[in-house]
Structures are given as C-alpha cells and as structure tokens.
C-alpha cells in the first residue's frame, strides 16, 4: 500500500492547429492525403483503488508504453486523445521542445479506476441528453466519433470493498486456512475511516471483483470500431501465451492483441493477428508496427 496524493483528473488540450502535411513525411502526408487518418483513443497506466482517504493499491506500471504509441500516432498524422495515470511520462518520453501540441492531441490525466471508467464511458458511449459529463469531455478533446481504441492501461482487476479486523476471540489459522473463535462464532470488526487506525495487530482487505473496462467497450459502451487488447502473463511459456492471448481477444471482441510476459516486457512483445499469426518484435518497434497493422485495417474496413 502506499498514499496517493489527493484524486484529481486534469485536461490539458493545445490550442494551434496544425495544417495537413504540416511537418509530416511522404508516407504520412499520404496517410492524410487519402483520408486514412484516424481519431484514436489511448489509455495508459496504472489505476488505484482507494483503501481509505490516504492509502490505495495499484501496480508497478507507469504508462510508458501506452504513451509511446499516442505520441508516434500524433506523428503519424492522426488525432490521438491519451488518458493516462502518468502525464509526466508523455514529457520525459517526447521532451518538453517536442510534446505533442496541435488541434489532434488532447491528454486527460485520472487517478483512480472509477476516474478511468467514467472517462472512457464518457467518450466512448453513444451520445445521451442526460450525460453532461460526456459534453464536457467532448469540448476537451475535440470531437467525438473514435475509430480505433487502444486500451493499454493496466486496469485494478479488484475494488476495495471494506476494512475489518477480528473481532476479540476471532483469529485465523493460516496452517489450516480457517477461521476460530472461542466465541460462538467467528467475527470480524469494521475498521473504515477517513484514516485507518494503525493500532489493530492485523487488519483484512475485502476485495471484489472489478468490471473489465475492455469487455464494456463493445457490450456497454457499443463501439463499433478498432479495438486493441493488451495482454501480460507471468511466468509461462510462449506458447501458452499465445494461447491466452487468442482466447482473451476474442473474449473482448478485439481487432488486435498485444501480448508478452512480465520477464520479457522490457525486451519484446507479441502483435496479432497478422493473416492469422501473432509476429514477435522488439518493444522499440512496438508503436510503429501496432500504428502500421491498425492503419491497414482501418483502410480496409473504409475501402
């Protein structure tokens, strides 16, 4: 556990516009000369799950790599909006001369899972009169009507649901898994507070299965365009990722995967499925190969 500083969810949209072809390459000009630019949503980094007012849970992922392949689509001519945990990281990667600034890229900053869920329902979810929310995010990132999604964010699989300690007599037998009391039976002790008190000898989480954001994509929040799943694994075999990775896609309804395992996430990375087979590259050309299989299949869905 670690204390977070207090929740906020900033938006930062640059206000110049850059004129089609403007400091693109031949490849690029012709990406835009022929309509295949695309309005792309990233997600990026680490969610936190709030235990109390000043301590959370999260994951040891920073938005890296979710905030590479925003910035190499905004190089590519598209218009990219990147959700992401950690703002910072889109500096340190770009530097501060050169991060993203045009009327095609919009960054919006969140904290907590909750903050991420509604972000994306927000943008992704078909218009309703009683959503001023999805309003408001709209102004921020210029307009709405996405077609891909590239969910690289590395979302809490569990929310906290309450706080206990054992109740005096209570005490649990981790040799045999149970629960003794020499009371009647065993209890347990609601310690929630603004601040959890430190004084209990031991203190139990009770966490509850989160909904998977990228499964809501197409069921909750019907969206009908390019989809990207990220996968990772631990400790198993190629082979048995690529095995998840397939089952996982589908699962999702996604165009693309991305799959590795925690041992190789600095090194290399599965992209499938290109003509029914996942392609192992380098994590360097991660960005520019996902852009590249994304572009060709957006041209051909649009003909």
């Known amino acids: 556990m670690f204390s977070p500083e207090p929740t906020a969810t900033a938006a930062v949209t640059a ?16 990406l835009t000369k022929f309509g295949l630019r695309m309005n792309i949503l990233v997600t990026a980094g680490n969610t936190l799950v709030p235990i109390d007012k000043v301590r959370c849970i999260s994951n040891i992922f ?19 909006t990147l959700l992401t945990s950690h703002p910072e990281v889109v500096t340190g990667l770009a530097g501060a001369a050169s991060t993203p600034g045009s009327s095609r890229w919009t960054l919006l900053a969140y904290k907590t899972f909750d903050d991420l869920e509604n972000m994306m329902a927000g943008l992704i979810k078909p218009r309703e009169p009683e959503a001023p929310a999805r309003e408001a995010l709209a102004g921020a990132s210029g307009f709405l009507g996405f077609d891909a999604v590239i969910h690289c964010a590395a979302v809490s699989d569990y929310r906290s649901a309450g706080i206990y300690s054992p109740a005096p007599g209570t005490h649990f037998d981790p040799e045999r898994n149970l629960w003794e009391s020499n009371q009647s039976s065993p209890g347990m002790q609601d310690r929630a507070a603004g601040k959890v008190k430190s004084k209990e000898a031991e203190l139990w989480l009770r966490l509850v299965r989160a909904p998977k954001l990228v499964d809501r994509i197409r069921s909750d929040w019907q969206f009908a365009g390019l989809l990207v799943k990220f996968k990772l694994e ?20 996604a165009d693309i995967m991305v799959a590795n395992t925690l041992e190789g996430a600095g090194s290399w990375a599965y992209l499938g499925p290109v003509s029914g087979n996942y392609q192992r590259i380098s994590r360097r050309q991660l960005p520019e190969r996902l852009l590249a299989l994304l572009e060709s299949k957006h041209k051909v869905h649009h003909g």
């Open 15 to 30: 206000s110049n516009t850059v004129a089609v072809g403007s400091g693109l390459n031949e490849d690029q000009q012709t």
């Open 62 to 80: 920073t938005g890296r790599t979710g905030a590479a392949i925003g910035i190499h689509g905004h190089e590519r001519g598209h218009t990219v």
């Open 234 to 253: 631990v400790g198993i075999t190629d082979e048995a990722l690529l095995a998840i990775a397939e089952r996982s896609r589908i699962q999702s309804a």
